[in-house]
T-cell receptor, first 112, second 112 residues
């Protein structure tokens, strides 16, 4: 069974700090990786996609992918209280697979 | 740009009643469509997905069914709701298997 693992948290960081969220996955040949943010009571919102090894930056967000070690991470710089949410990691296993496998999410709390 | 509409936003139904939730996508053709359920405090559970009109793949055997009568319309149904059907139902679309999925606002279903 292919799995996506995340630390459930909660992860608590002070405002202005860097929040680091991690995700590991079980299949080495996975091709597509996504980070979603889900506020309490709301639907998931895509914040980052990453497909190749290395870093991808978008504003305060940086996704890091290491396929050899089978992990993907999300860094949030200058964390704001509005970043407080559950962050979901999702993986597409590639080939003709139409599905995403989601981790259970990490709850991030940014304290003012 | 593409948009996804999902309704109703909230629904309270008695046990044993039928269910119909509808999702439509605008601004694209032949999207892949998905139905998820998220129980309170739990992860996303994929229920059904569709890669074309009339093509439905079921992920979890249960008393729910899905249909895709038109290219951009996806319907989730039940003939008789159970208490365990309570949850947050999310519709999502994607352009291709390795592209991210984009979620609607969701329907919060409570069974009494």
């Amino acid at each position: 069974q292919k799995e996506v693992e995340q630390n459930s948290g909660p992860l608590s960081v002070p405002e202005g700090a860097i929040a680091s969220l991690n995700c590991t996955y079980s299949d080495r040949v996975s091709q597509s990786f996504f980070w979603y943010r889900q506020y309490s009571g709301k639907s998931p919102e895509l914040i980052m996609s990453i497909y190749s090894n290395g870093d991808k930056e978008d504003g305060r967000f940086t996704a890091q992918l290491n396929k050899a070690s089978q992990y993907v991470s999300l860094l949030i710089r200058d964390s704001q209280p509005s970043d407080s949410a559950t962050y979901l990691c999702a993986v597409n296993w590639g080939g003709s697979n139409y599905k995403l496998t989601f981790g259970k999410g990490t709850l991030l709390t940014v304290n003012p | 740009s593409q948009t996804i509409h999902q309704w109703p936003a909230t629904l309270v139904q008695p046990v044993g009643s039928p269910l119909s939730l509808e999702c439509t996508v605008e601004g694209t053709s032949n999207p892949n469509l998905y139905w998820y359920r998220q129980a309170a405090g739990r992860g996303l559970q994929l229920l059904f997905y569709s890669v074309g009109i009339g093509q439905i793949s079921s992920e979890v055997p249960q008393n729910l069914s899905a249909s895709r009568p038109q290219d951009r319309q996806f319907i989730l149904s039940s003939k008789k709701l159970l208490l365990s059907d309570s949850g947050f139902y999310l519709c999502a679309w994607s352009l291709s298997p390795n592209q991210p999925q984009h979620f609607g606002d969701g329907t919060r279903l409570s069974i009494l």
